[in-house]
């Protein structure tokens, strides 16, 4: 739930329009109409006011979106960090020099005089 979801429905629970809480809070009521609907944010001393009025905290106003982020993020496998220690090992086997020593992060790279070589899979 967004910010502006929060308190829309914060304010409707205490049967307050949006005119109403315009004034308590000394702004317009397209202010508050942007705050809901998320094209604008509440300044902080605005936040300070509401979490007073809805008696709630200004991070549970702040906090948005927290189980939702946790469902939409991205799944950290195995193969995943596997797949990301790679790339980043053939980063930084693109841009390393050629005649620096033998690499060998977790035994997976190896050269020779004429090539690099990294290993799909530990052996």
């Keep these: 739930m967004t910010t502006g ?5 914060l304010r409707e629970k205490k049967g307050i329009t949006q005119e109403k809480l315009s004034e308590i809070l000394n702004v317009s009521r397209q202010s508050v109409s942007r705050w809901e609907t998320g094209i604008s944010f509440p300044e902080t001393d605005k936040l300070i006011k509401l979490s007073k009025l809805f008696e709630c905290s200004t991070d549970f106003l702040l906090n948005e979106d927290i189980q939702e982020n946790a469902e939409n993020s991205i799944d ?3 193969d995943n960090c596997y797949k990301f220690i790679c790339e980043c090992g053939y980063f ?10 033998k690499l060998r992060p977790f035994g997976m790279i190896y050269s020779n005089k004429k090539a690099l070589y990294i290993a799909e899979r530990a052996i």
């Design 76 to 78: 950290v496998s195995i």
């Design 5 to 9: 979801e929060k308190l829309a429905l």
């Design 92 to 101: 930084f086997l693109a841009t390393s020099f050629n005649n620096r020593p």
